[in-house]
């Protein structure tokens, strides 16, 4: 049971105790957190510091349990996160094409271009051809040297030019409209609102 009498005072108490001189580790919360003016408490320590300010004594944490305390402060109109739920909203599935912002057709358009047909093989030879490697244009990541045998020849092929100015009939990819980018930049490419530049991601690359 939660102790009785405790008001938000003792709780502001609580957290000012905390602010001054933190939470000792076997007192922290697994999964909850507990807003007070901004700030996240463990609901639990914060209840047993709050009755040691009522009552002069601290009340043993063993008499109730985290979710009692969760509950408690949710019914006293307080602000109590679960960090368990948190987490699952912040992960977007992206194996979903759909997750893609710029919206299926165009996703699926977009990798036609740079999976299908000749010119993303002749792009990478191109560029093999040059330099003698293969590097992504945002990060400078080489799969040759990260993962050796295995990921010799490999990079991943992006097409510049937005689907929309694709649609005029006959238009055809060239080897210059392609980028050669590494796995993870690629999905950073086509994570935002509408698809980024080369330029651009590798500005937030070197801005982060
Ligand atoms: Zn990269
Ligand atoms: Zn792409």
Known sequence: MIPKGLTSKHFK???AEINRLGVPAERNSVHYDLVIEGKRYPPKYIVSLAAKSATGKEYPAADFNAVEAKNYFLNNGYEVIDRRVEAEGSVVDEDDESAFPEGRESYKIHHHFERDGE????????RLDEVGKLECDVCGMDFHRVYGKLGHGFIEAHHTVPVSELAGIGKKTKVSDLALVCSNCHRML????????????TQLVHDK
């Open 13 to 15: 108490q609580a957290a």
């Open 119 to 126: 010119i993303p093989r002749q792009a990478k030879a191109k």
């Open 190 to 201: 086509h994570r935002g609102s509408s698809l980024l530049t080369i330029e651009e991601l």
